[in-house]
């Protein structure tokens, strides 16, 4: 039973899907953190600028003060929804190029498709071309199936 179990896991571990969603969360975490930085160390510091030197990643309500201080951090939050923001931009430029490229394929395929596909066929009693949707000849004039 465990064998199976192994073998069957190391089936479902080798198929292409699992090892394309696992390049992709990789390269979703690495380009996640350039964007966090992207937006701590380029975009936020000339936006406090501009909002008169706020640097929002200080930004919080003290809720209780003493020993061990409990805050809400809303800027940090705010870094964080800016972050997902951009994310979410890049996520969608890059699904509607892939669904732009696929659409391009399809209509492709479908051309070529159209071409392969005949045009005439041989009337089986008299062997002239005709067209494929013919139903009768118009040579010998036999019926057609």
Do not use: W
């Amino acid at each position: 039973m465990f064998k199976n179990f192994v073998s069957e896991f190391k089936k479902f571990a080798m198929r292409g899907n699992v090892i394309d969603m696992a390049v992709g969360i990789i390269i979703g975490a690495a380009f996640g953190k350039i964007v966090d930085s992207l937006v701590k160390d380029v975009l936020m510091p000339p936006i406090g600028l501009l909002l008169g030197k706020v640097d929002f990643s200080d930004l919080k309500l003290v809720l209780t003060s003493g020993e061990n201080p409990v805050s809400i951090n809303y800027g940090l939050f705010i870094n964080a929804l800016i972050s997902f923001l951009i994310v979410a931009f890049a996520v969608f430029i890059l699904i509607k190029a892939i669904n732009k490229l696929q659409e391009k394929m399809t209509k492709e395929e479908a051309v070529e498709q159209a071409a392969a596909e005949p045009t005439t066929k041989t009337c089986p009693y008299c062997c002239t071309e005709i067209p494929v949707k013919a139903c009768r000849c118009p040579h010998c004039t036999s019926e057609l199936k």
